[in-house]
């Protein structure tokens, strides 16, 4: 008797050996992202490397308040932007607060960013809580319609997934698992406005989005994701191997409002900022620039990839 | 002779009193009729009716819009302004009669409250209450076919809050505003509809 299970116990073991995703057909989850930033006050900060052929972009997010502080960030991006030709500005939403007539649309978005209009650089809009969902028409956001929408980057093997963090709809969730499934580009960097993951003591983390997002996040390989809605900056400790930015410090301010909490990588409220982000293969550079031109962050991500 | 006359009288005193009889029960079957209230509306039958009206609202709004230059043609400001303020007055126009309770009935009403007290009581209701609330202070005063207010955030509708609500069609949103629902046309910008404090405190 005891000679006849031997080979069948031998087989059990063989198939439990073989990882339950390859017998799905899924492929392995990616491994984590790999932050690299100044350990130190002191520490000088990361360059980013203004390479030719990388992917320059920019971020920012609750910004539209038609205040002194909008135009003076939005004047050091100009300047900044000379230095760093960034191609696209991500918006991670509350492009415009109060009211949205035509006036306000110039005086809380076109007249401070006009260098960078005149210059070529395309925005990518994002709606927030206090965005009309007209915005969505309002071609310079380049939302094509959409309220929620991906699109490639000009360079790099990189596409952006901008959602409606407002409304999550099924049909909205469906739509990002199938797009992330689809799609097969080294870097998938989503962005929208609510933060499921942050320190502010106003909002705060949104644990019923995180619920929804996270797993698909997990699952198709998402690198990095961008939110603003707290106003400030936070770069978040990777969660489950995903690195997560809070931007929104482009206009609004709640200057003490980051919590001490064990999520914080690093966190800056005292003043407006934005980001300048680099990609290039697998190292995405990053800094945090205030108001007054100071790199208040910065440091390399090595995106997630597949096991 | 009596019993004569008697028999061929019979048949027609017959007749009148089974007419009486008929017209008294008729009557009364008809009082009683009127007197029982109607049974409401099963959740089915109002979640039914509640689609066909927004389809019919979404019908309309379509034809309306056909009538101006398309969304996606908009760019500037101006233009997105324009056509939504034009979109809205014909919509207003269209619905001069409107209402509160035209689409949120005493049913839809009913069964909103349910949803909210199913998905707020449990074990996630406390954080999705405050997904909700934030940033949501609400007015002292809605009025249909009247534009969003502006200076109002647009609340967060978390999933567990949209998927057992009838699906909408076409431009159409739900939001809350302090504690009460509304039935937003996002692209006209106007409140369609809103119902009393269904959010509990």
Known sequence: MRQKYPPLIALAAILLLIPVSYCAGIPAPAGPAAVVAPQSENAPPVKLPNKSGSLKFAVLGDFGTATQREYELAA???????????????????????????????????????????AGVKFYGALGNHDARAQRYYKPFNMGGELYYSFKAPNEKVRFFVLDSTYPVPEQIDWLEKALKDSSDDWKIVYFHHPIYSSGGRHGSDMKLRETLEPLFIKYNVSVAFAGHDHFYERIKPQHGIVYF??????????????KTDLTAKGFDTDQAFMAVEISGDKMYFNTISRPGEVVDSGIIERRIPQ | MMRGVNRSAMP???????????????????????????APPSEAQTVAAFKERVKEYVALHEKLEATLPKFAERGTPEQVD???????????????????????????????KRVLGEVLSGPAGKTIKASIMDENPGVP???????????VPLSTMPPEILEPLPELKGELEYRFIGRRLILLDTEADIILDFTGNVLPQ
């Open chain 1, 76 to 118: 050091e991006m100009a300047k900044f932007y000379t230095g760093f030709k960034f191609d696209i500005v991500i918006l991670v939403g509350d492009n415009l607060y109060g009211a949205e007539r035509p006036q306000d649309f110039k005086a809380k978005f076109e007249d401070p960013y006009k260098p960078l209009l005149d």
């Open chain 1, 246 to 259: 809070v931007v929104g410090s482009g206009g609004q301010l709640a200057v003490g409002d980051i919590l």
């Open chain 2, 12 to 38: 027609n005193q017959m007749s009148r009193y089974i007419l009486r009889f008929v017209v008294v029960l008729g009557a009364l079957t008809g009082m009683v009729a009127a007197a029982t209230p109607k």
């Open chain 2, 82 to 112: 324009k056509n939504q303020r034009a979109l809205g007055a014909l919509i207003k126009s269209a619905r001069s009669d409107a209402k509160p309770g035209d689409f949120f009935t005493p049913g839809m009403v009913a069964l909103v």
């Open chain 2, 141 to 151: 005063k809605l009025v249909i076919n009247e534009r969003y207010p502006s200076s």
